[in-house]
């Protein structure tokens, strides 16, 4: 779902100076490292969904991580720094989450069957775009064209789904379908304007397909993905990634790489520990549209009602760098609108 940028933490994992633990401490309480303390910042508390939309000015000349709340609610923070900053209001329920190169969000909100377009920094809607009857889930701006990507659940729970591709991000989309009861649960365009995307298909997160759309294409082709230990079907996928080289699937706490060309090449699996639970609403850090991807983040939440943004170095997974804990409810959505780059 939305390309992230780098929070700002060290790759050395074996530093132990006051300076880097105060970098890891802006991401969640305090932190003692060799000796060193930092102590948590003092948020403010989260408003409801039905207050007024708030950004602070110095949030406009920084690169602004979204995280969309169950309660109606879009957090912003200053990326790398887990101080709020801003919140978009009046949400019915938001799910997904994408920018675009100029750095607008777009934010779909599962409970109105809209899409909402925020330029970077804004704190008001300046577009909004109507999916209905769908219930959209997630989305995805393509870096070639502007071409924005919104997959949606079916009115009904064995009803079918579909992908609305929205020229250049406004008028009415073309819509894409297949034969099956799709669910569709995430995707992601390529560098070259391709896109994949996941579908549960009746709902059910232990039955899962893939679908390939090329760009320029009329239809959606089933594509079959295999990779270890998903058995004979995939289960739970939360996600659908582009990292600048691969696709990546989101599943527990495991992202599956894969190339599509002729065929559908497996490459590898990156697993990111010391989540709460389970890992949702994927993103990638890419410098520019033609980087290679640095940094991951995912939204994280556990039966015990524990909820974070967290943070790890990507490829190479393992240890989580960053957390952010407050100021968040419940997260279902990331996204990162990147400041202007001189």
Known sequence: MGEAPAPAVSKNRTMTSCRALGIAAAFAGAVVV?????????????????????LTKSGTQQDLLYVANASGTVSIFENGNSTLIGVLTKFSKPRGECADS?????????????????????TKPINILDDSPNTPDACSVASSSGNLAVVSDPASRYGKGNLAVFKRGSGQPVFYSTGNEDHFVGCAYDKHGDLLTASEVG???????????????????EEDLTAPSQ?????????????????????YNKIYRFTIN????????ITFSGSYGTLTAPS????????K???????????SGKSAADYWTYPAGGTLIGRITKDLDSPTG??????PRK
């Open 34 to 54: 060799g000796g060193c303390a930092a102590s948590p910042p003092a948020n403010p508390v989260l408003p409801a969904a039905s207050a007024t939309s708030w």
């Open 102 to 122: 100029l750095g607008d969000v777009y934010i779909t909100d599962y409970g109105t069957s809209k899409i909402d377009e925020y330029a970077r920094g804004g």
């Open 203 to 221: 709902g059910f997160d232990y039955y899962v397909r893939f679908y390939y759309l090329p760009k320029g294409g009329s239809q959606l082709i």
């Open 231 to 251: 058995r004979s079907s995939w289960s739970s996928v939360q996600g659908v990634v582009w990292d600048g080289k691969y696709w990546g699937i989101l599943s």
């Open 262 to 269: 002729v065929a559908p090449q497996y490459i590898d699996t």
């Open 284 to 291: 990638v850090y890419r410098k520019t549209p033609k980087s």
């Open 293 to 303: 991807a640095t940094q991951f983040v995912a939204a994280d939440s556990s039966f």
């Open 334 to 339: 990331t996204a990162i609108s990147l400041a």
